[in-house]
């Protein structure tokens, strides 16, 4: 990052003691505050319900900071300048003369304020309304909100239409971390900078498309939220069809917010419904049982502390999706994600159809397509699946596959690549929405998937089970063989 003070803001935090305030948003203010990115005179008010002062939370958050931030990169001297900035508010949400306070914080509204709730999201018109009551806002301010939105259409249009009676949709920005990624980034890059993958992107040039996140942990005592989220609403609504936008958009016609999401829309509103006489081709679900992770034994997900031992929450989704549109039509892609697999891997392959005519050795055939791989967890990276002739006189015209590799954190030697939050804050402050998810986006996200889940519902048959350690369903596997191919791993 280049240093670059910017504009004073005044940052408001509800929900700051909570894990992702801890794990994420202070870590990364701690990172823009060491690369000069936080303009002198810019405050934080951390806002929570925990009764403490100010320098006893300004403590708390500096053991924080010592314990999420790598050791390589912690500077105490960094860490007591940021914490300087801190001031403390105890706050009951929903009490509105409380919201006073935070008026007399905001010392005449001479900073521009962000307005950042870490907060489940059932609280977010209470507090929008509130603010506004209380005029700590004007139509200048920034609000930062958490996706999930809703469970489902009905409740996301609900907390929308809230958030809307007070802030235009300019104003909002809605944080789907995975945006935020240095690879996901890259995405757009790769693509629209580089005619040699421009000109292939198409229905005449791939086969087929992957997506893959996997998590090799269970659900790390979320039991209360996740079981009723589950593995589709958690994943697949958030991050994985935000990636399947961004591989599968059009060129926008430039980088401005909107024309990116307007080209992401459109990917959201073509896709192919899955209805109920297609579901068992195109969809599996799973549940993972005991296993091993790690060489550990690991207890199944219905042995889970406090686990509801009838649940039929999916910790596993496999899916085919298909984009009827000019570019993607009978190209199909390939979604997976779930807990208690066998690693914690986030990639995207994208398949290249082989050259029409073949003139290597027939018993290589099965070589001859070239594949990119787009790794954006745990090393992040691209990698290029290409051909070359096997090295030695006696090989002849024998090939052999091989990688033209980037891997960020190798070439990139002498920098560290930024988190995804630090990322999104940074693009809070400047006030630039790309990064971010439209209401539009998350409506169209919300129908594709709302028809999923209902079409389970209707069906009544339980996830599939599958042992922890392993890459999801037999059922998962079976779905791609049917169309002749393997997941990557299997090839």
């Given at each position: 990052?280049?240093k670059?003070?910017?504009?004073?803001?005044?940052?408001?935090?509800?929900?700051?003691?909570g894990?992702?305030?801890?794990?994420?948003?202070?870590?990364?203010?701690?990172?823009?505050?060491?690369?000069?990115?936080?303009?002198?005179?810019s405050?934080?008010?951390?806002?929570?319900?925990?009764?403490?002062?100010?320098?006893?939370?300004?403590?708390?958050?500096?053991?924080?900071?010592?314990?999420?931030?790598?050791?390589?990169?912690?500077?105490?001297?960094?860490?007591?300048?940021?914490?300087?900035?801190?001031?403390?508010?105890?706050?009951?949400?929903?009490?509105?003369?409380?919201?006073?306070?935070?008026?007399?914080?905001?010392?005449?509204?001479r900073?521009?304020?962000?307005?950042?709730?870490?907060?489940?999201?059932?609280?977010?018109?209470?507090?929008?309304?509130?603010?506004?009551?209380?005029?700590?806002?004007?139509?200048?301010?920034?609000?930062?909100?958490?996706?999930?939105?809703?469970?489902d259409?009905?409740?996301?249009?609900?907390?929308?239409?809230?958030?809307?009676?007070?802030?235009?949709?300019?104003?909002?920005?809605?944080?789907?971390?995975?945006?935020?990624k240095?690879?996901?980034?890259?995405?757009?890059?790769?693509r629209?900078?580089?005619?040699?993958?421009?000109?292939?992107?198409?229905?005449?040039?791939?086969?087929?498309?992957?997506?893959?996140?996997?998590?090799?942990?269970?659900?790390?005592g979320?039991?209360?939220?996740?079981?009723?989220?589950?593995?589709?609403?958690d994943?697949?609504?958030?991050?994985?069809?935000?990636?399947?936008?961004?591989?599968?958009?059009?060129?926008?016609?430039?980088?401005?917010?909107?024309?990116i999401?307007?080209?992401?829309?459109?990917?959201?509103?073509?896709?192919?419904?899955?209805?109920?006489?297609?579901?068992?081709?195109?969809?599996?679900?799973?549940?993972?049982?005991?296993?091993?992770?790690?060489?550990?034994?690991?207890?199944?997900?219905l042995?889970?502390?406090?686990?509801?031992?009838?649940?039929?929450?999916?910790?596993?989704?496999?899916?085919?999706?298909?984009?009827?549109?000019?570019?993607?039509?009978?190209?199909?892609?390939?979604?997976?994600?779930?807990?208690?697999?066998?690693?914690?891997?986030?990639?995207?392959?994208?398949?290249?159809?082989?050259?029409?005519?073949?003139?290597?050795?027939?018993?290589?055939?099965?070589?001859?397509?070239?594949?990119?791989?787009?790794?954006?967890?745990?090393?992040?990276?691209?990698?290029l699946?290409?051909?070359?002739?096997?090295?030695?006189?006696d090989?002849?015209?024998?090939?052999?596959?091989?990688?033209?590799?980037?891997?960020?954190?190798?070439?990139?030697?002498?920098?560290?690549?930024?988190?995804?939050?630090?990322?999104?804050?940074?693009?809070?402050?400047?006030?630039?929405?790309?990064?971010?998810?439209?209401?539009?986006?998350?409506?169209?996200?919300?129908?594709?998937?709302?028809?999923?889940?209902?079409?389970?519902?209707?069906?009544?048959?339980?996830?599939?089970?599958?042992?922890?350690?392993?890459?999801?369903?037999?059922?998962?596997?079976a779905?791609?063989?049917?169309?002749?191919?393997?997941?990557?791993?299997?090839?």
């Amino acid at each position: 990052m280049l240093k670059n003070t910017g504009t004073r803001c005044d940052l408001m935090l509800f929900g700051a003691l909570g894990d992702l305030a801890r794990r994420k948003l202070f870590p990364a203010l701690y990172q823009l505050e060491r690369a000069g990115l936080l303009a002198p005179g810019s405050r934080i008010l951390a806002i929570a319900r925990t009764r403490a002062n100010t320098r006893e939370i300004r403590e708390r958050l500096f053991e924080k900071l010592r314990d999420h931030v790598k050791a390589r990169d912690f500077d105490e001297a960094v860490a007591r300048t940021l914490l300087e900035r801190v001031d403390y508010q105890l706050l009951d949400f929903t009490d509105s003369e409380g919201f006073g306070a935070l008026r007399e914080w905001r010392d005449e509204l001479r900073n521009e304020l962000i307005v950042y709730m870490a907060t489940p999201p059932s609280m977010y018109g209470v507090i929008a309304r509130n603010l506004k009551a209380t005029r700590c806002c004007n139509d200048r301010t920034r609000v930062v909100v958490e996706k999930p939105i809703g469970h489902d259409l009905a409740s996301s249009q609900v907390i929308n239409d809230e958030l809307g009676e007070v802030y235009r949709e300019s104003q909002l920005f809605r944080i789907d971390h995975y945006l935020g990624k240095e690879t996901v980034q890259n995405l757009i890059a790769l693509r629209f900078a580089n005619n040699l993958f421009a000109s292939q992107w198409d229905q005449n040039h791939i086969s087929h498309v992957e997506i893959t996140v996997a998590e090799s942990v269970g659900i790390e005592g979320r039991w209360g939220y996740f079981d009723q989220a589950g593995q589709i609403r958690d994943m697949i609504q958030n991050h994985l069809l935000q990636l399947l936008c961004l591989i599968a958009m059009d060129p926008p016609a430039d980088l401005s917010a909107d024309s990116i999401r307007d080209e992401k829309v459109k990917v959201l509103k073509a896709l192919k419904q899955i209805t109920p006489d297609i579901m068992e081709r195109y969809v599996v679900r799973g549940q993972y049982t005991s296993g091993t992770s790690d060489g550990k034994p690991v207890p199944g997900y219905l042995d889970e502390e406090g686990a509801n031992r009838g649940s039929s929450t999916e910790t596993f989704v496999a899916l085919k999706a298909e984009i009827d549109n000019w570019r993607w039509s009978g190209v199909p892609f390939y979604i997976r994600t779930g807990k208690r697999l066998p690693e914690k891997l986030s990639q995207i392959i994208i398949h290249f159809k082989p050259a029409p005519h073949y003139i290597f050795d027939p018993d290589q055939k099965h070589l001859a397509n070239n594949k990119l791989i787009i790794r954006l967890q745990p090393d992040e990276g691209m990698e290029l699946k290409i051909l070359t002739k096997d090295q030695g006189l006696d090989k002849g015209m024998r090939l052999r596959q091989g990688p033209l590799e980037l891997t960020f954190s190798e070439t990139f030697e002498a920098e560290r690549i930024p988190d995804a939050y630090e990322r999104l804050l940074w693009e809070v402050m400047r006030g630039n929405q790309y990064l971010f998810v439209r209401r539009d986006e998350v409506e169209y996200a919300w129908r594709w998937v709302d028809q999923i889940i209902g079409n389970w519902k209707d069906s009544g048959e339980p996830p599939k089970r599958y042992a922890s350690g392993t890459w999801g369903p037999v059922a998962s596997i079976a779905m791609i063989t049917r169309d002749g191919r393997s997941w990557y791993e299997d090839a």
